[in-house]
């Protein structure tokens, strides 16, 4: 069972750019898809972004559609996120998930939250104005 552990968060000036990492252990990492989830108090957890096993398709919320970047490394275990042109509105605590899908070469990501079944603690991203 793989085990997530994000890092990376912090506090950025809007128009600023941030990089988010979820390093995964305690299994194959290239069988998951991986996601990328952000919530704020009060509110339901929101997709963010989301990367396919091999061929390793990508999709993303239109909130972020242009400015964030997803994508991983096999190799290391790890998953990115890369933040551009951030604003107040990307402030959250953002999640890393991973869903075991190993025999699925067609390139099928997911982007709602019952579809993964791992997830990491959280980072924060607080984004100033």
């Known amino acids: 069972q793989v085990q997530l552990v994000e890092s990376g968060g912090g506090l950025v000036q809007a128009g600023g750019s941030l990089t988010l990492s979820c390093a995964a252990s305690?299994?194959?990492?290239?069988?998951?898809?991986m996601g990328w989830f952000r919530q704020v108090p009060e509110k339901t957890r929101e997709f963010v972004a989301a990367v396919s096993v091999a061929p390793h398709n990508t999709f993303y919320a239109d909130s972020v559609k242009g400015r964030f970047i997803i994508s991983r490394d096999n190799a290391k275990n790890m998953l990115y996120l890369r933040m551009n042109s951030l604003n107040t509105g990307d402030t959250a605590v953002y999640y890393c998930a991973a869903r075991f899908n190993p025999a699925d070469f067609s390139g099928r990501y997911f982007y709602t939250s019952p579809e993964y079944h791992h997830w990491g603690q959280g980072t924060q991203v607080t984004v100033s104005s």
């Open positions: 305690g299994g194959t990492f290239s069988k998951y898809a």
